[in-house]
């Protein structure tokens, strides 16, 4: 059950993202791509582990603990999320998280579209 809520917020996120990127709202790609990342972090943290975290806390310790590609991409783009609120996000920043997203999307074997 986790697994299929995971698998549609992470498509739903992604979708709204690509959406707002269309609309040149930078900073609401942004969000919504991390977002989407972050539902698959933990589909990933759920395959390999048959759980997964209950805060930002515990998915950054989890990933540095067990799987560090997969940590580097949250530490990464993690302080772009919280400037979201802050800044204006850049048409290229939003690109390189929807990479990111997209690679996670790839290790998850989940299809994004």
Do not use: W
């Amino acid at each position: 059950m986790k697994e299929e809520i995971l698998e549609k917020t992470a498509k739903e996120y992604y979708q709204a993202a690509k959406d707002e990127f269309k609309k040149e709202r930078f900073n609401s790609a942004v969000v919504l791509y991390f977002k989407s990342l972050v539902a698959l972090i933990d589909l990933y943290i759920l395959q390999q582990t048959k759980s997964t975290p209950s805060s930002h806390t515990e998915r950054f310790r989890i990933t540095e603990e067990k799987f560090p590609e997969v940590y580097n991409l949250l530490d990464k783009n993690f302080p772009f999320y919280q400037k979201s609120y802050v800044q204006i996000m850049s048409k290229e920043l939003s690109e390189v998280i929807k990479d990111d997203t997209q690679f996670m999307a790839k290790k998850t074997k989940i299809n994004l579209l």
